[in-house]
């Protein structure tokens, strides 16, 4: 009895941090509030700062406050570096259920695309979207840019353009 308390104790604090994949999510999530909080609080600054007309103040405020915001940028950046372009085969492995084909099948046949590609809008309508890349530890799209599903690949396009930026071949099961 003596040595199950050490060990389910050891096992409550170990096993949180085995179900995260990137060790420092919490740490950055942190940060970033606290960066938007400082933000806020820069922000609040320059409002008291021209509210005393004076203008050395006021620069000095300002420049406090552009650099919260690159500080804000810089872990922004931060956070999705450490989202590794494998990080999802991880997840994968242990969440067979969420990455499981299922019945699913297009109106078009398969083709494998490459990076460069370009696609008609039909590959990548409403229908294919993949609405919550996080949920699958994919990395976060840029700008005008989508995770689509094709059959048993995964891509990321450009929906102005309407080309491959990236293929995940074999990403469901």
């Known amino acids: 009895m003596k040595k199950l308390v050490p060990i389910a104790l050891l096992t409550a604090i170990a096993a949180p941090a085995l179900l995260v994949p990137a060790g420092a999510m919490a740490q950055s999530r942190a940060e970033l509030r606290e960066d938007r909080r400082d933000i806020r609080d820069a922000q609040r600054d320059v409002r008291r700062a021209q509210w005393s007309g004076d203008p050395r103040r006021v620069r000095e405020e300002r420049r406090d406050l552009r650099e919260a915001h690159r500080e804000y940028r810089e872990d922004l950046r931060d956070r999705d570096r450490r989202w590794a372009d494998n990080d999802w085969r991880n997840w994968r492995d242990r969440n067979r259920g969420l990455y499981a084909r299922g019945n699913w099948r297009a109106p078009f046949r398969y083709n494998r695309f490459h990076p460069g590609a370009r696609i008609g809008t039909v590959y990548y309508g409403p229908r294919y979207v993949i609405g919550d890349p996080w949920r ?38």
Not at 144 to 159: I, M, P, S
């Open 136 to 173: 699958y530890h994919l990395p976060r799209p840029g700008f005008n840019q989508r995770w689509v599903r094709h059959y048993n690949d995964v891509l990321l396009v450009d929906t102005r353009r309407g080309t491959v930026i990236r293929v995940v071949p074999g990403f469901y099961w």
